[in-house]
């Protein structure tokens, strides 16, 4: 019997379900403006669901989107073929340090299959202390 291996499939099998309360705390803070299946609604904010952002940012995504919800964001982006400029996206890093990794992990794994996301550490790090939004787009556009 080869117990890592049955471990590691039964980890598999759980992990759709692993992050179902972020997708429901996803709901509740995030859904109004990135639409409830994180695809965005065109004119109030962009999707979430954008591999390619994700894998863009490579080794960058856990301190951006930390960044990003505990910081906000403001400024031109280019998502998808859209550009959605003159908007802001307020600071949430007042919700729980919890929450927040929930949703995270719920973006980056159940939406776009990323892997892992944000630390607990680092989110409160970013909570005492968000980045610039300059930082943040520097980051989104490769450094
Ligand atoms: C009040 C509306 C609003 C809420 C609520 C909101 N956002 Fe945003 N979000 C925005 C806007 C607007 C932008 C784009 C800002 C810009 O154009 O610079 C954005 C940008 C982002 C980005 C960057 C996307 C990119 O393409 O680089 C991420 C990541 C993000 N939001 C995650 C979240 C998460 C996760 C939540 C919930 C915890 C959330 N947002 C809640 C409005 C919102």
């Known amino acids: 019997m080869n117990k890592p291996l049955i471990l590691a499939g039964l980890l598999t099998l759980l992990a759709p379900a692993a992050w179902a309360d ?12 990135h639409g409830a299946d994180a695809e965005g609604i065109e004119g109030l904010a962009p999707p979430l669901h954008n591999a390619a952002l ?18 906000g964001m403001s400024g031109t982006l280019q998502s998808k073929g859209s550009t959605y400029e003159g908007l802001v996206m307020p600071p949430l890093g007042y919700l729980d340090t919890a929450t927040l990794v929930e949703i995270t992990h719920y973006v980056l794994n159940d939406v776009n299959q990323m892997g892992d996301g944000p630390s607990a550490a680092l989110i409160t790090q970013y909570q005492a202390s968000p980045p610039e939004h300059a930082a943040l787009r520097k980051l989104r556009n490769g450094g």
Request: charged share 15%; net charge negative.
């Open 54 to 71: 994700w894998k863009t940012l490579g080794d960058h995504r856990q301190a951006y989107i930390a960044g990003v919800v505990t910081g």
């Open 22 to 33: 972020g997708h429901a705390a996803f709901e509740e803070n995030c859904a109004s403006c």
